[in-house]
């Protein structure tokens, strides 16, 4: 009787209703969904209404359904040296070789870690499309130059290249400045030329970084969404969010072909997947001197060299930095500048931002009409408020419970680290992993869009205003292997003689946890909010698939009013408000990232001399301004 009373307490019944939330999350949210898609595949019906098994397959191979999957796969396999090239190039270029300006440089390179999606892609179609402002200042230069030039494939290809650098600056950065300089400097006093080093000793340190980067790669080309989307280049993803919202009234059973597709990124995910474990299995080694040196920058010897190595950094500076200039600077032009993609220095306004204008347009009868207020800015229209406010509390809410569910989780798996248990939770938290991100998403629509489904007390959470949980659904799944390789990390600097001592001091394992641990991995827990919610705010590809006028994202919100600018004289300026829409994105990632990385990343000697040198420059702010001593 005793033992039974101590095994009953509120640890024990936090433990059990734990276990059954997470079975519940698994099997509900991840597992049964993704069957779903799988078996719809073979229970489609051919034009008579007789089930066919295989009738979706034979249209693919019949069919231009085999053509996404192949753009996909070029797209993919080009990204991979593309981005590699100028990520690693870019990566040198600012922490390997002393290149003059490397911090302005650095600054430019990592423009894309502020915005990214919808909002670079748009970005870019500023500049380059066929009315762009600088297609139409070449076309202007050369008439014979092809203003339709950035569409398709290489529009995708170019845009694409240096939006997904932005892992090489945040990870083979951080490789690079962990090199030992011993070794470098070894190799040079043996006459080694500097490139010499970069391939025999540099190189072979970042090969595991790299790898892991080219995957990541090679999956974010595999599963282009925002890009090919709005630049008109057939892949997988979009059209599986065409296929979902289509009926065979359309065409023929489009729900099993999106769920084909959706299984063939799954595959093709997996592999990928599959062999980088078995890389990371191999472990990779280096041989370091006991007393680890600071990396020191590498002087390019070859006059030559320097200067094509000068010249080329720029030149990507400019790259990265037009894009991000030009759409602060029109944010603050009138809708009509906007529009004609003429830069007008005598007129500049916040009716982008804030405020209200009347715009009088002429109808299809040649009579004028005013629309009053139809001139708005992002914090002055409706609609955009509507989808920063549904955004910013989506967001938040699949955040945190991202990380509400990882913490629990990753204590439970250090507490169970020897047994079965806690290796299978693991796994079930990275399950989202080996799935893309559209598979996901489109087998929560297609799976609980009934109110035949128990799991969920039979609702349709697909209907209403019940897509809203579906999406923070969504959102925190996707989120959870990311955010458990983060925070898992971070339980690895807990040192076990503090929950040893807390439990000879009579504290429970609930106590322990709440008191001991969590004010350690805080700060880690927080970084990983702050960034997950920085990935949602801004996020377009899962808001398409559950595309609902009650689930409609901030993203597609703009991306909506662009595709009807002008329209009966609405949203006249949505360009202009697209670019303030941009600005405004910049700012608060920004403001996230310096609090991850800038503020956050501090330690504790770091945070000590700021916060004296903050004291020392008020005591001399009070000592000009306070009186004398007598």
Same mark, same amino acid.
């Given at each position: 009787?005793?033992?039974?009373?101590?095994?009953?307490?509120?640890?024990?019944?936090?433990?059990?209703?734990?276990?059954?939330?997470?079975?519940?999350?698994?099997?509900?949210?991840?597992?049964?969904?993704?069957?779903?898609?799988?078996?719809?595949?073979?229970?489609?019906?051919?034009?008579?209404?007789?089930?066919?098994?295989?009738?979706?397959?034979?249209?693919?191979?019949?069919?231009?359904?085999?053509?996404?999957?192949?753009?996909?796969?070029?797209?993919?396999?080009?990204? &991979?040296?593309?981005?590699?090239?100028?990520?690693?190039?870019?990566?040198?270029?600012?922490?390997?070789?002393?290149?003059? =300006?490397?911090?302005?440089?650095?600054? =430019?390179?990592?423009?894309?870690?502020?915005?990214?999606? &919808?909002?670079?892609?748009?970005?870019?179609?500023?500049?380059?499309?066929?009315?762009?402002?600088?297609?139409?200042?070449?076309?202007?230069?050369?008439?014979?130059?092809?203003?339709?030039?950035?569409?398709?494939?290489?529009?995708?290809?170019?845009?694409?290249?240096?939006?997904?650098?932005?892992?090489?600056?945040?990870?083979?950065?951080?490789?690079?400045? =962990?090199?030992?300089?011993?070794?470098?400097?070894?190799?040079?006093?043996?006459?080694?030329?500097?490139?010499?080093?970069?391939?025999?000793?540099?190189?072979?340190?970042?090969?595991?970084?790299?790898?892991?980067?080219?995957?990541?790669?090679?999956?974010?080309?595999? +599963?282009?969404?925002?890009?090919?989307?709005?630049?008109?280049?057939?892949?997988?993803?979009?059209?599986?969010?065409?296929?979902?919202?289509?009926?065979?009234?359309? !065409?023929?059973?489009?729900?099993?072909?999106?769920?084909?597709?959706?299984?063939?990124?799954?595959?093709?995910?997996?592999?990928?997947?599959?062999? @980088?474990?078995?890389? !990371?299995?191999?472990?990779?080694?280096?041989?370091?001197?006991?007393?680890?040196?600071? #990396?020191?920058?590498?002087?390019?010897?070859?006059?030559?060299?320097?200067?094509?190595?000068?010249?080329?950094?720029?030149?990507?500076? &400019?790259?990265?930095?037009?894009?991000?200039?030009?759409?602060?600077?029109?944010?603050?032009?009138?809708?009509?500048?906007?529009?004609?993609?003429?830069?007008?220095?005598?007129?500049?306004?916040?009716?982008?931002?804030?405020?209200?204008?009347?715009?009088?347009?002429?109808?299809?009868?040649?009579?004028?009409?005013?629309?009053?207020?139809?001139?708005?800015?992002?914090?002055?229209?409706?609609?955009?408020?509507?989808?920063?406010?549904?955004?910013?509390?989506?967001?938040?809410?699949?955040?945190?419970?991202?990380?509400?569910?990882?913490?629990?989780?990753?204590?439970?798996?250090?507490?169970?680290?020897?047994?079965?248990?806690?290796?299978?939770? !693991?796994?079930?938290?990275?399950?989202?992993?080996?799935?893309?991100?559209?598979?996901?998403?489109?087998?929560?629509?297609?799976?609980?869009?009934?109110?035949?489904?128990?799991?969920? =007390?039979?609702?349709? #959470?697909?209907?209403?205003?019940?897509?809203?949980? @579906?999406?923070?659904?969504?959102?925190?799944?996707?989120?959870?292997?990311?955010?458990?390789?983060?925070?898992?990390?971070?339980?690895?600097?807990?040192?076990?003689?503090?929950?040893?001592?807390?439990?000879?001091?009579?504290?429970?394992?609930?106590?322990?946890? @709440?008191?001991?641990?969590?004010?350690?991995?805080?700060?880690?827990?927080?970084?990983?909010?702050?960034?997950?919610?920085?990935?949602?705010?801004?996020?377009?590809?899962?808001?398409?698939?559950?595309?609902?006028?009650?689930?409609?994202?901030?993203?597609?919100?703009?991306?909506?009013? +662009?595709?009807?600018?002008?329209?009966?004289?609405?949203?006249?300026?949505?360009?202009?408000?697209?670019?303030?829409?941009? &600005?405004?994105?910049?700012?608060?990632?920004?403001?996230?990232?310096?609090?991850?990385?800038?503020?956050?990343?501090?330690?504790?000697?770091?945070?000590?001399?700021?916060?004296?040198?903050?004291?020392?420059?008020?005591?001399?702010?009070?000592?000009?301004?306070?009186?004398?001593?007598?």
């Amino acid at each position: 009787m005793a033992s039974k009373e101590r095994r009953i307490n509120p640890e024990w019944i936090l433990r059990i209703l734990g276990i059954g939330f997470f079975a519940y999350l698994f099997f509900g949210f991840m597992l049964l969904p993704c069957l779903n898609t799988l078996t719809s595949i073979f229970r489609a019906k051919n034009p008579s209404g007789e089930r066919d098994a295989f009738a979706v397959i034979r249209f693919f191979f019949a069919g231009n359904m085999g053509k996404y999957v192949w753009n996909s796969l070029k797209l993919a396999v080009c990204l &991979v040296v593309t981005v590699n090239v100028v990520g690693i190039s870019i990566v040198l270029l600012t922490e390997y070789f002393d290149i003059r =300006g490397a911090a302005v440089l650095r600054i =430019g390179y990592m423009t894309t870690l502020i915005y990214s999606g &919808v909002a670079l892609v748009t970005g870019y179609l500023f500049l380059y499309a066929p009315d762009g402002i600088l297609t139409t200042a070449i076309q202007e230069a050369f008439p014979g130059f092809d203003k339709s030039w950035f569409t398709g494939f290489n529009a995708v290809l170019f845009t694409m290249t240096f939006a997904c650098t932005s892992n090489h600056m945040l990870f083979l950065r951080n490789a690079i400045r =962990g090199i030992d300089y011993n070794t470098v400097e070894a190799a040079r006093n043996m006459g080694a030329k500097p490139f010499k080093v970069l391939l025999k000793v540099v190189f072979p340190t970042l090969i595991p970084t790299m790898f892991s980067l080219t995957v990541m790669t090679f999956i974010t080309g595999l +599963c282009a969404m925002s890009a090919p989307t709005l630049l008109g280049y057939d892949s997988i993803n979009p059209e599986i969010v065409r296929l979902a919202g289509s009926s065979t009234a359309d !065409e023929a059973f489009p729900q099993a072909r999106a769920a084909l597709l959706s299984i063939i990124l799954a595959m093709f995910t997996i592999i990928l997947l599959t062999v @980088l474990s078995a890389y !990371e299995r191999k472990g990779h080694y280096l041989s370091v001197s006991k007393t680890k040196a600071r #990396l020191q920058k590498q002087k390019i010897t070859n006059p030559a060299a320097n200067v094509l190595a000068h010249i080329y950094a720029y030149v990507l500076f &400019v790259i990265y930095m037009t894009p991000v200039v030009m759409i602060i600077i029109f944010s603050f032009q009138t809708y009509s500048a906007i529009r004609m993609k003429k830069l007008d220095l005598s007129s500049w306004t916040f009716v982008n931002f804030f405020g209200t204008e009347d715009y009088e347009y002429m109808t299809n009868r040649g009579k004028y009409k005013l629309r009053e207020g139809s001139i708005s800015g992002v914090f002055s229209n409706n609609a955009t408020i509507g989808g920063i406010r549904l955004s910013f509390i989506l967001s938040a809410i699949a955040a945190f419970l991202a990380c509400i569910i990882v913490v629990i989780a990753c204590n439970y798996i250090f507490k169970k680290k020897n047994r079965k248990s806690g290796v299978v939770l !693991e796994y079930a938290l990275l399950f989202p992993w080996l799935l893309p991100t559209i598979l996901i998403c489109y087998s929560y629509r297609t799976f609980f869009n009934s109110e035949s489904v128990w799991y969920v =007390g039979n609702m349709n #959470l697909y209907y209403g205003v019940n897509v809203r949980l @579906l999406i923070i659904m969504a959102y925190t799944v996707t989120k959870l292997p990311f955010s458990l390789r983060m925070i898992k990390a971070s339980f690895y600097s807990i040192d076990e003689e503090l929950e040893d001592a807390a439990r000879n001091l009579g504290s429970s394992g609930l106590r322990t946890f @709440l008191q001991v641990k969590l004010p350690i991995i805080l700060p880690s827990v927080l970084a990983v909010f702050a960034l997950n919610f920085n990935a949602l705010f801004t996020e377009y590809d899962m808001s398409a698939t559950f595309a609902s006028s009650y689930g409609t994202s901030y993203a597609m919100v703009i991306q909506a009013m +662009c595709a009807e600018e002008g329209l009966y004289g609405y949203n006249v300026n949505a360009s202009g408000r697209r670019c303030a829409s941009t &600005v405004f994105i910049m700012i608060v990632s920004g403001i996230i990232l310096y609090l991850v990385y800038g503020v956050g990343a501090r330690n504790l000697e770091e945070r000590l001399e700021i916060r004296r040198k903050r004291r020392e420059r008020l005591r001399r702010i009070t000592g000009l301004f306070g009186k004398p001593k007598a």
